[in-house]
């Protein structure tokens, strides 16, 4: 069974970076479409980029676009999120979740990472 841990996240001053990495075990993730989600405290839950299977396909947020970037690598069972310009705004918890479709809506991912918190803060 298909399990996801996140790590990467810290504590970060505006403009910096951080990248996080997203580790599956239990399956390969070579047929997952991956998916990148935030969560602030008392927010919904936001789809921050999404990834397909081969890696041929990426989507961001506005928010986020120009700043962050996804990638995976297959041989290794990883996604990451590689995250630059970091503003205040974007502290949150992060999560990956891996599903069948490409960018589809959260509800349609099966799996879910734990979260890795980022903080932006001077």
């Known amino acids: 069974q298909l399990q996801l841990v996140e790590s990467g996240g810290g504590l970060v001053q505006p403009g910096g970076s951080l990248r996080l990495s997203c580790g599956a075990s239990?399956?390969?993730?070579?047929?997952?479409?991956m998916g990148w989600f935030r969560q602030a405290p008392g927010k919904e839950r936001e789809g921050v980029s999404c990834?397909?299977?081969?890696?041929?396909?990426?989507h961001y947020a506005d928010s986020v676009k120009g700043r962050f970037t996804v990638s995976r690598d297959n041989a290794k069972n990883t996604v990451y999120l590689q995250m630059n310009s970091l503003k205040p705004e974007d502290t949150a918890i992060y999560y990956c979740?891996?599903?069948?479709?490409?960018?589809?809506?959260?509800?349609?991912?099966?799996?879910w990472g734990q979260g890795t918190q980022v903080t932006v803060s001077s």
């Open positions: 979740a891996a599903g069948r479709w490409y960018c589809s809506p959260a509800g349609r991912y099966e799996t």
């Open positions: 239990g399956s390969t993730l070579d047929y997952y479409a």
């Open positions: 990834i397909s299977e081969s890696g041929g396909a990426t």
